[in-house]
């Protein structure tokens, strides 16, 4: 069965210092990946996707950036973390391969983000 | 510019009532329409898919419906239980070259009591 990881669970992080946050997934090949935020009163927005190693789409321009260095490896970074960049951030994961998903999107257990 | 919205944002109803949960959008062009359940401080987990071809979906429970032509989803729930508390998210899927990436609501919070 497919598994998806997330770490660390939680972060407290000062403005200005950088970040890393890493997501990986079991049991399946090719996976579409996902990056998406959570802030208080303000729903899910997806920041980046990835069909494939090294293929980052990025949905909002941000002061986050986003790299799949192996197949079922994505990372989230930022240079210099921002007091809006706190909230809830989930990684995701759909079956792949093709040009159109239909599929279901899983959701990792997330890392809690505050800046301060 | 696809829009999801969910109504209510909070409902709190007595254990053992059926009740309906609502999503509506806005572009009536998706793919897919997915529904979560999120508990507090935890990730998403998928419960029901449904396909643009198709009107319902069922799992234990759960139903949930779909009507493309008026851009809603209804998801059902049976018999509630106090486990059932949790925020519920509805989220369509886009196609073409975004690869079914979903645009969500901001849920319903479903509270039941004992």
């Known amino acids: 069965s497919q598994t998806i990881h997330q770490w660390p669970a939680t972060l407290v992080q000062p403005v200005g210092s950088p970040l890393s946050l890493e997501c990986t997934v079991e049991?399946?090949?090719?996976?579409?990946l996902y990056w998406y935020r959570q802030a208080a009163g303000r729903g899910l927005q997806l920041l980046f996707y990835?069909?494939?190693?090294?293929?980052i789409s990025s949905e909002v321009p941000q002061n986050l950036s986003a790299s799949r260095p192996q197949d079922r490896q994505f990372i989230l970074s930022s240079k210099k973390l921002l007091l809006s960049d706190s909230g809830f951030y989930l990684c995701?994961?759909?079956?792949?391969?093709?040009?159109?998903?239909?599929?279901?999107?899983?959701f990792g257990p997330g890392t809690r983000l505050t800046v301060l | 510019k696809q829009e999801v919205t969910q109504i209510p944002a909070a409902l709190s109803v007595p254990e053992g009532e059926n009740l309906v949960l609502n999503c509506s959008f806005t572009?009536?062009?998706?793919?897919?329409l997915q529904w979560f359940r999120q508990d507090p401080g935890k990730g998403l987990t998928s419960l029901l898919l449904?396909?643009?071809?198709?009107r319902e979906q069922t799992s234990g429970r759960l139903n949930a419906s779909l009507d493309k032509s008026s851009g809603r989803s209804t998801l059902y729930i049976a018999a509630s239980q106090p486990g059932d508390s949790a925020t519920y998210l509805c989220?369509?899927?886009?196609?073409?070259?975004?690869?079914?990436?979903?645009?969500f609501g901001k849920g319903t919070k479903l509270s039941v009591k004992p």
């Open positions: 990835s069909v494939g190693i090294g293929q």
């Open positions: 049991g399946t090949s090719n996976p579409n």
């Open positions: 995701a994961w759909s079956v792949g391969r093709q040009a159109i998903s239909y599929n279901e999107q899983f």
């Open positions: 989220a369509v899927g886009r196609g073409g070259g975004s690869q079914g990436n979903l645009i």
């Open positions: 572009d009536s062009a998706i793919y897919n």
């Open positions: 449904i396909q643009s071809s198709q």
